[in-house]
């Protein structure tokens, strides 16, 4: 990797002034688990970084009746899930950040880190840029696109998003806490992701001055049953392939309101308001997967989906995922550790 | 050895009661190695030592125009640069080596071979090893042909035909290729620490290309990392190691990266293949048609043995090879097998389910083309047994007994078919006056339990415990023995050990036999203890039976082939998968999967068992997730990395279960190895049980979502014409 001088601030205020003294030269360094491999393939090549390990505060979870849950962001998933009050309040999000990627990823990856990684597209990763272009046409369009985007895909960002905890905690109405050289602010979890339209953008909207220092959740509303489905290929670490997460507000068995957003199909977390609209005033009894209901949501979640030359099938896959994650959250399941993406459902 | 002229013949064999061989031991390096104690050449430093570098073309097909290395020869700590391409040179792979150095530190070779200029004038390339229109062919069209097939179509009841691909997959050594190669001080003598499947030919392969005497090279392996086939040679890096070393006088260091290692040091060819097998009602194949083509790239890649195990009397077969711009194939483990394997064993199963047939009944009906027919019998009875086949498979389509909703399950077989015989090998064997013993044999221990079974073999012979004998291996100075592939380690390195034992043990008793008052003839070792045969009462201990010896060793040797009938050739095994299969997401699961495996007499039990698991692991992993994905706009291989480059990990390979056949009549046969058949069969195995759950060949592996998914609906667009009339 490149040379780079590291600089270990012990409060915020502090990490975000070593940030800004070399704007647009430094990144931050939580748990290196996406940088570190970034930076040894010299995808990115900071001259500073700026570590968090010593940063005070950045791990703290608190619960307020009135404010919710507030959730530092350098907390480890391992941490996370494992949190007494995010289980209670929240089981089916300590469900799913026990499943992310594999244990010693858990155990070194913070919350703020999953939700800023870089997209795992191969192109990006071998160097060739986030809207990579060759001989003036689209590399991911002419290439091997099979894991790229299905949805959000009418310009040249074709990656998609990574996270699959960023999905869930947006239907939970989840608002991120950014410091910055001129204080705070506050902005929905889905405003934090953007697509790109030019080589060089960042898909996070987030200042290169400033730090993510908390994920907040509003109380949960009583009746509120939230699920996530992904599905994986492989049960070892590996990647969703597509991700839906659904949070359901019922009244006994009917849906007074839903959220619903997926994962890993588009650029960005993707609403799907399609969906949720066939889900509204729909009882949700004895569900099957073939139910009509089911189905209609699953078909309004990929509305305007427009496959590239491999992906088709991620079309079916988000549906499928769509389909599941309601049904999930309706029976107010939360899976066990053995059956994040499934199994027999 | 003109004194062991003189003795009475040695009648070699092995032991009728053997109190060692055939039981559960555990390797003896495995504390070793899970305590990280064992030194894998990509751990070992040598004094002095600096680091190597390859600067490597990033197209696919290129010529060079500039080679500019003065930016990393003026930085401080590096040592040497050697560029191996010149100006007007024409690349013909991603990844090719253009440039080796070495510097004082890792980073610092690293930053140097950044700092190399090197320009090129970008070629077109061809990469599509599936494109048998436009492809250029690495060969000649193979094709074979035995009686009429054409009038074996005519007289079958259904000619059924079918299209089958594989994608080309990497070796995934843990470790990657590598070396350390240092010479002595008038750059003479050269030492080379290599990962390697083969310590004693290395020294000849680097002599020869060095221009040096075999004699002046050294290799040493004590642990190795995987190497599935790919690891025979020095490897190009390996020469320019010791180049590097000799050159800059001092010991040199070079490994291959992870995304070099999974591009340029080697795969398994891709294989595209179309099929039509005539059946009877009987089940009875009469005629088989087939074309395959694929690429293991540049070269193209030889005709995978299609039909594969049944040689049915009336067939032909054509394979055309397809030359890309991808680094060069190597032998991966059963070399083409697993490739045949499934195209054949789908291709009968596709024909059972025309029939309305259970597929196992379809090969029971077909054995006699095969080459092992009783065990494939009592190996199908077994695995059937295991699998409960005749109680759970349900026609194709309708999905086993635990299918539910979406999720469906099916079972599946095929068998498979190797050589193994022994290679040439030599052994020394020691025997110290302190009670010491020792085997000496120039082989490696590729992870397979080699050390392990010489141990077992020698301990076996003079009666001891495997804790009371000493195996050296891994390193040239020993006696030559063979190359660790195709199965034939265990074979050769048993049978030299074998026959150096007797010889050893036959001295042995000329010595004692007077302390004994008995003639040599009469002796046994055993529990221990030299005596006479039989009577405990007139016996030594082992330590006082070497305490005869004076002060020198006692040394023979034996050597594989040799007197006395050790070793055979020829194994059969079968194995049964039974998957769940999501119809909705196309995730395949492979639940449980049952072997039944010829391995001759078995000396460890457990290494046994431990090397069919590992087949298949890896054959289940090539069936649901491997493949080596090559970028048509690039020419590079996209998933260069275990992110991308995905392998089955142990949660995704179900529930292994190994019977090893066992019995006098296999026994009889002496060690054969197990390092290839069992990664035959897995993909095609896992292929069938799939085709069996859902009622539709996904004809392309490896069995993602995506395939599924695809084969499903091409499936419903064939049928809807059908359905909307109905």
């Known amino acids: ?142 290439g091997d696109n099979r894991h790229h985007a299905v949805l959000g895909n009418d310009g040249d960002a074709l990656f998609v998003t990574p996270s699959t905890i960023a999905p869930l905690l947006a239907v939970l109405g989840a608002r991120v806490r950014l410091l910055g050289p001129e204080g705070e602010r506050e902005l929905p979890i889905l405003d934090l992701y953007r697509t790109p339209r030019q080589e060089g953008e960042r898909e996070h909207a987030i200042g290169d001055d400033e730090l993510l220092t908390a994920v907040l959740l509003p109380p949960p509303p009583a009746g509120l049953r939230a699920a996530s489905y992904e599905v994986r290929q492989r049960q070892t670490l590996d990647w969703s392939q597509a991700t839906a997460a659904v949070a359901l507000r019922m009244d006994g068995d009917r849906v007074t309101a839903s959220r619903i957003v997926l994962g890993q199909v588009a650029p960005v977390p993707w609403p799907a308001p399609g969906a949720e609209a066939a889900l509204a005033g729909q009882r949700l009894t004895r569900l099957a997967l073939a139910d009509d209901v089911l189905v209609a949501a699953g078909r309004a979640a990929v509305t305007g989906a427009q496959p590239l030359s491999q992906n088709r099938y991620k079309i079916r896959l988000a549906e499928v995922a769509t389909r599941r994650a309601i049904q999930r959250a309706a029976r107010g399941e939360v899976p066990g550790l053995d059956s994040m993406e499934g199994g027999s459902p | 050895m003109a004194e062991d002229d003189a003795r009475p013949a040695i009648d070699y064999r092995w032991p009728e009661n053997p109190t060692l061989l055939g039981r559960d031991i555990s390797r003896l390096d495995g ?152 010479w002595d001080e008038a750059g003479d003598e050269m030492t080379a620490h290599c990962s390697t499947q083969a310590v004693s030919s290395l020294t000849g392969q680097f002599a020869e290309t060095l221009g040096i005497q075999a004699s002046d090279v050294r290799v040493i392996c004590q642990y190795m990392g995987g190497g599935f086939g790919s690891k025979f040679g020095p490897d190009p890096w390996g020469i320019e190691c010791a180049r590097l070393a000799r050159a800059a006088g001092r010991p ?222 891994g390193d040239s100075r020993y006696p030559r023995s063979g190359t660790s592939g195709g199965s034939t380690t265990v074979g050769g390195v048993s049978s030299s050990t074998r026959r150096a034992s007797m010889n050893a043990r036959a001295r042995l008793f000329e010595t004692v036999a007077g302390k004994l008052d008995a003639s040599p003839g009469e002796l046994e070792a055993i529990g221990g203890t030299i005596r006479v045969q039989g009577d405990p009462s007139r016996s030594l201990t082992w330590a006082q039976a070497c305490g005869t010896l004076g002060v020198n060793p006692l040394v023979a040797t034996g050597s594989h082939p040799g007197e006395g009938d050790l070793d055979d050739s020829g194994v059969g095994g079968v194995m049964m998968a039974d998957v769940s299969v999501d119809r909705e997401t196309g995730v395949v699961r492979v639940v449980r999967m049952v072997a039944a495996q010829d391995c001759g007499l078995i000396v460890d039990a457990r290494t046994s068992r431990s090397q069919v698991e590992g087949g298949m692991i890896m054959g289940i992993s090539t069936a649901l997730a491997e493949e080596k994905v090559i970028d048509p706009v690039t020419g590079r291989m996209l998933n260069v990395d275990y992110e991308s480059y995905k392998l089955a990990g142990y949660a995704d390979v179900g529930t292994l279960e190994v019977h090893l056949m066992d019995g006098p009549e296999h026994r009889a046969r002496g060690p054969i190895g197990v390092g290839e058949p069992p990664v035959i069969a897995p993909a095609a195995a896992v292929s069938n049980a799939v085709a069996n759950a859902l009622g539709v060949r996904v004809p392309h592996l490896p069995l993602t979502p995506r395939r599924v998914l695809d084969a499903l609906e091409a499936h419903a667009t064939r049928r809807s014409p059908a359905e909307r009339s109905a």
């Open chain 2, 252 to 473: 040199v260091k070079l490994m291959l990266e992870r995304d070099a290692e999974l591009t340029v040091a080697g795969d398994r060819p891709s294989t595209y293949a179309r099929v039509k097998v005539g059946v009877r009602e009987d089940g009875t194949v009469s005629g088989w048609e087939s074309e395959s083509w694929g690429s293991g790239g540049l070269g193209g890649a030889g005709s995978p043995p299609i039909p594969y195990v049944f040689s049915f009397p009336d067939r032909r077969h054509r394979h055309d090879s397809i030359s890309t711009n991808v680094a060069g194939s190597r032998a991966w483990r059963a070399p083409n097998h697993p490739q045949a394997c499934f195209v054949t064993l789908a291709a009968m199963e596709d024909a059972a389910a025309a029939l309305g047939m259970d597929p196992l009944d379809l090969l029971l009906a077909n054995l006699q083309h095969t080459p092992f027919a009783e065990t494939y019998r009592a190996e199908l009875e077994q695995t059937a047994e295991m699998i409960g086949w005749r109680e759970r498979w349900r026609p194709r389509g309708e999905g086993g007994p635990e299918s539910s909703g979406p999720v469906r399950r099916g079972l599946g077989v095929a068998l498979h078919a190797w050589g193994g015989r022994g290679h040439r090998s030599n052994c020394e064997v020691h025997i110290h006056p302190d009670g010491g013993l020792e085997a000496r044999l120039a082989s490696q221990d590729i992870g397979t339990g080699t050390r392990t079974v010489i141990a077992i073999v020698l301990a076996e012979t003079f009666g001891l415990g495997v804790d009371d004998v000493t195996v050296k291996i």
């Open chain 1, 1 to 142: 990797m490149e040379p780079f001088e590291y600089a270990g601030p012990t409060t915020p205020e502090q990490a975000v002034e070593r940030l800004a003294e070399r704007r647009g030269e430094s990144e931050l360094l939580a748990g290196g688990c996406d940088l570190l491999a970034l930076m040894k393939d010299r995808v990115r090549t900071p001259r500073r970084l700026v570590g968090l390990r010593g940063v005070a505060g950045l791990r703290d979870v608190s619960w307020g009746d009135e404010t919710g849950l507030s959730i530092g962001a350098g907390i480890t998933l391992t941490d996370l899930s494992e949190h007494g009050e995010v289980a209670r309040r929240f089981p089916a999000l300590a469900a799913s950040v026990a499943h992310a990627a594999g244990p010693q990823i858990r155990n070194a990856g913070t919350l703020g880190g999953n939700l800023l990684q870089r997209p795992r597209c191969w192109y990006y990763r071998l160097g060739y840029g986030l809207l990579p272009r060759h001989d003036g046409r689209s590399m991911v369009r002419a």
């Open chain 2, 31 to 182: 504390p070793a190695k899970v305590t990280g104690h064992a030194r894998y050449t990509h751990d070992l430093e040598r004094p002095g030592m600096l680091y190597g570098a390859v600067v490597r073309c990033p197209h696919a097909h290129a010529r060079v125009t500039r080679i500019d290395t003065a930016p990393a020869e003026s930085m401080a700590g590096v040592r040497i640069v050697r560029p191996v391409k010149s100006v007007g040179d024409e690349i013909q792979w991603a990844l090719a080596e253009v440039v080796y150095l070495a510097a004082d530190t890792e980073a610092r070779a690293r930053d140097a071979a950044r700092a190399v200029v090197v320009d090129y004038e970008v070629l077109p390339h061809h990469v599509d090893g599936s494109d048998r229109e436009n492809g250029p062919r690495g060969s000649d069209p193979q094709e074979s042909s035995e009686g009429d097939p054409d009038a074996a179509f005519r007289a079958a009841d259904r000619v059924v035909e079918g299209t089958y691909a594989i994608e080309s997959v990497a070796h995934s050594c843990l470790e990657a290729h590598g070396q350390i190669v240092e």
